[in-house]
């Protein structure tokens, strides 16, 4: 059964990879399934379902990077985005754009989704500073999160 779990870190490793590389993001996906799939090591070969939302995720991240990074901006007022880690910088494009466009995707599943993604791939305090953050998008989206002063 396909997962959007795997879907996720996919995209993100697409993500992470077309930051550090310089890359176009669909040719920095379509590289992670080639190099880590075949070489499984993110277990078996990815599922359709899985490479149809991940390359879905990539596609809207491409088309509304901007905005996407504007609101994360504006959610984290201490931390400029080019500053943040690369992990944590695309974890939280990642969940925004599902905050920002994927209405069939609770805003819940989003943020845990995006805090699981951080506990494995981040540093010790990415879970925290990457939930931080997707609150505020969340309700500067309209999707839910505390309410918070400007």
């Not at 070489?39 to 899985?50: N, R, S, V, Y």
């Not at 088309?63 to 504006?74: G, S």
């Not at 845990?112 to 506990?119: G, Q, T, Y």
Request: proline share 3%; glycine share 6%; charged share 35%.
């Amino acid at each position: 059964m396909a997962s959007r779990r795997r879907a996720r870190e996919f995209a993100l490793l697409g993500l992470y990879r077309a930051d550090l590389v310089e890359a176009e993001l669909p040719e920095s996906l379509a590289q992670v399934w080639t190099e880590l799939v075949e070489d499984q090591a993110l277990g078996p070969a990815a599922e359709d379902d899985e490479i149809k939302y991940a390359k879905r995720l990539v596609k809207e991240i491409e088309t509304r990077r901007e905005e996407i990074d504007a609101l994360i901006d504006k959610a984290s007022a201490n931390w400029r985005l080019v500053r943040m880690p690369v992990v944590d910088r695309n974890i939280l494009r990642l969940a925004a754009c599902e905050l920002m466009a994927f209405q069939d995707v609770p805003a819940s599943v989003s943020i845990n989704e995006a805090v699981e993604l951080a506990k494995k791939y981040g540093d010790k305090d990415s879970r925290a500073f990457v939930n931080g953050i997707l609150d505020r998008i969340a309700f500067e989206t309209g999707r839910g999160g505390r309410r918070h002063r400007g």
